[in-house]
């Protein structure tokens, strides 16, 4: 319990600290975001002006319509990465976010514990069930932050796998199609 201001000064530099933390985190999270970005722009400008150059040599239709598979496919990886990137910059932010807030928790848990110690040593003759009621109030309310945590956890390693898995499954098909238009232009050469 804060009961001098020496811990009063405390908790507010702690509270300071973390949102300082947060505000670092969300920083450099944007910094990576513009820097990806930016990135991803430079790249598409490049490779929207060496495609329109390989299209436009094109001797006919034919010619044209292979080389048009042959530009999109590599496109289609870019962008798949691109999303591989950005969804790495959210997760590692979240992540980051999450074990600040984890860590402030976990410092409120310990005050509150040592509150509930101090109103038991001090709480009057007769009181022992109603601090024994809170002590177990407080023991099932972090049981239930930490199952929510483990289960928010699990939902972020089920969407991480699911989302290489369609990035796999979405590399496959276009390779697939593409395997198909260049066997149709080559049947109608």
């Known amino acids: 319990m804060a009961t001098t201001i020496t811990e009063l000064v405390e908790l507010q ?15 450099n999270a944007t910094e990576k975001l513009v820097n990806l970005n930016i990135t991803a722009a430079k790249a598409a400008f490049q490779d929207a002006s060496e495609s329109s150059q390989t299209l436009l040599g094109a001797r006919d239709v034919q010619e044209f319509l292979a080389l048009a598979n042959g530009v999109s496919q590599p496109t289609l990886e870019k962008l798949v990465g691109y999303s591989r990137n950005a969804y790495g910059i959210a997760s590692g932010t979240s992540a980051e976010l999450t074990k ?30 109603a601090v024994s009621m809170f002590k177990t109030a407080v023991a099932a309310a972090n049981t239930a932050f930490d199952t929510a945590s483990k289960a928010a956890r699990q939902a972020t390693d089920w969407a991480e796998s699911n989302l290489a898995a369609a990035a796999s499954a979405t590399i496959n098909a276009a390779n697939a199609a593409n395997d198909v238009a260049k066997a149709k232009v080559r049947k109608t050469a």
């Open 100 to 129: 600040i807030f984890e860590s402030q928790l976990s410092e409120a848990n310990r005050k509150v514990a040592d509150l509930v110690d101090f109103a038991a040593k001090n709480a009057p003759t007769g009181s022992e069930p």
């Open 13 to 27: 530099k702690g509270q300071l600290d973390a949102w300082n933390a947060i505000g670092q985190a969300v920083f």
